[in-house]
Each structure stands twice: as C-alpha cells, then as structure tokens.
C-alpha cells in the first residue's frame, strides 16, 4: 500500500474516532461534501489540505504521520507482562476492552465508576504499556489488531478460563441475538483443515465488523460475547463404553 493511501486511511480512522464525517468537513473549510469526497476518494490531498484536516482534529501534521507510521503495525499478541498488568488491574482491563472497541473517552465516564481523573490515569498506563497512543483532548489511536489473540496458557487466557468461559456457557441461550450450536463428527485431516481455515476467517470477519462499527453511536452497538471452539474430544458418557484394547 502507498503511503498516501496509508495517510489516507489513518485520516478515515480519525475521523470515525471524532465521529465526525465528510460534511463536517466540507461546512469547516467552505467546500462541498462532494469535493471532500472526492479528495479522499482520489487520495489527492495537498499538504495544505492535510494541515486544514488536521486542524479540525485537532493534530499536527507530523501526528498524522507518527500515527500512520504505527498504524502499521498492530499488536496481533500482547506480551506476558502487558496481559498480567491487566489481569492485576480489573479497571485497567475494563478500560482496554473499552478502547479496543472505540468507546470514547465521555462513553466510558458515562457508564461506569469511573471518574475522569481516574481514567486519565488509565488511558496513561495504558499508553505507557503501548496499547493505545495518546492524543491531544483524551483522544487515542489503538495499537491492538483487532484480532489480536492471547497468550498460550498465558494470563489472559487462565482468567478467561477461571472467570468468564463457564460462566458464558452456563447460559440458557434463549435471549434474542444468542445462539448456541454444538456439533460433532468424525473427520479427516483435511476436512479439519478446512473446518479450521473457516473458523479463522469468521474470527477475521468478525474483528473487521467490530472495526466497521465503532463509528456508530455507542447506544446502537451491544455487547456481544462470541466462542469458536474445536478440539478432538469424545464425551465422557461415550468413552466409557470404549472397548479395552488388549494389553
């Protein structure tokens, strides 16, 4: 990807995380919308035009850049250390779930005990364990893929497996928008390969949904909580009855 198409999308991201949108910007700078629309569909921005954009959102030029710069490279794995100060920091996590899923800085205040002294505290450690980056007026840019995966038998994954997975399942699934399916087979390893190359691609599409949907209103988004799971696995009552093999 060229770099201003890098640019490009950094501005696309910004602009999603302000909520603020092409006519926005057109009545800002005295254009029409389908100027503004124009320039980013044709990627023709000069850098008078980028420093105006950057203006209304209130960075500099060389943050657009520094931010483009780091864009590229999301974590997709957290380290043991940044997963275990989360899990010794109840509120720290609660704040990094929040941000990975674009709440803004009023959203979270809003909806938890949290004030704001506290969570400009957070958002900090937050920055300083590089899970976001800081911007001007409590604004961050991400710095986790959005499909990032935990650690192996790491912190993350012993409190989800301690705390949260059996509680998750203990559910009847008959609210509206649950669903519960549970299947089993016998089936060769590349059927397996198949099964698993699927499951990766729902978990991508997945994350990229997430992603598509942090511009809208946090009050037309609800949480939702999703488990791929596969393993060879035979239940209990069946293996029981399994012949001995001789000896």
Same mark, same amino acid.
């Given at each position: 990807m ?9 501005l ?11 006519k926005?910007?057109?009545?800002e700078?005295?254009?029409?919308e389908?100027n503004i ?15 105006q954009?950057?203006n209304?959102l209130q960075?500099s030029?060389?943050?657009?850049f520094?931010i483009?710069?780091k864009q590229?490279s999301q974590l997709?794995?957290?380290?043991f250390?940044?997963? #275990?100060? %989360?899990?010794?920091?109840p509120?720290? $996590? +609660?704040? /990094?779930?929040?941000? *990975?899923?674009?709440?803004d ?8 005990e949290i ?17 976001? #980056?800081? %911007?001007?007026n409590n604004?961050?840019? $991400? +710095?986790? /893929?959005?499909d990032? *995966?935990?650690l192996k038998?790491?912190?993350?994954e012993?409190?989800?497996?301690q705390e949260?997975l059996h509680r998750?399942m203990a ?7 649950s669903?519960?399916?549970y299947l089993r087979?016998r089936?060769?390893?590349?059927s397996i ?10 978990t991508?599409?997945?994350a990229?949904?997430n992603q598509?949907?942090?511009s809208?209103?946090?009050?037309t988004r ?9 393993r060879p696995?035979?239940p209990?009552?069946f293996?029981?009855?399994r012949r001995k093999k001789?000896?």
């Amino acid at each position: 990807m060229s770099q201003i198409s890098l640019v490009s999308d950094t501005l696309k991201m910004l602009l999603k995380q302000r909520k603020m949108t092409y006519k926005d910007i057109a009545g800002e700078l005295d254009m029409s919308e389908a100027n503004i629309k124009r320039i980013f569909a044709n990627q023709s921005f000069t850098l008078q035009r980028l420093e105006q954009i950057c203006n209304l959102l209130q960075i500099s030029l060389s943050d657009l850049f520094s931010i483009t710069q780091k864009q590229q490279s999301q974590l997709t794995e957290l380290t043991f250390e940044q997963e #275990q100060e %989360l899990i010794d920091n109840p509120k720290l $996590l +609660l704040v /990094a779930v929040c941000v *990975r899923d674009a709440w803004d800085f009023q959203e979270i205040i809003a909806h938890y005990e949290i004030d704001k002294f506290e969570l400009i505290q957070l958002f900090a450690r937050l920055d300083k364990i590089k899970l976001i #980056q800081l %911007l001007p007026n409590n604004h961050y840019k $991400l +710095l986790i /893929a959005q499909d990032f *995966r935990w650690l192996k038998n790491g912190p993350l994954e012993q409190f989800m497996e301690q705390e949260v997975l059996h509680r998750f399942m203990a559910s009847k699934f008959d609210e509206p928008n649950s669903f519960r399916f549970y299947l089993r087979g016998r089936y060769s390893q590349s059927s397996i390969e198949v099964i698993q190359r699927k499951l990766n691609q729902l978990t991508k599409e997945s994350a990229i949904l997430n992603q598509e949907d942090a511009s809208l209103p946090l009050s037309t988004r609800e949480h939702m909580g999703l488990l791929f799971a596969m393993r060879p696995w035979e239940p209990s009552l069946f293996e029981q009855f399994r012949r001995k093999k001789d000896i």
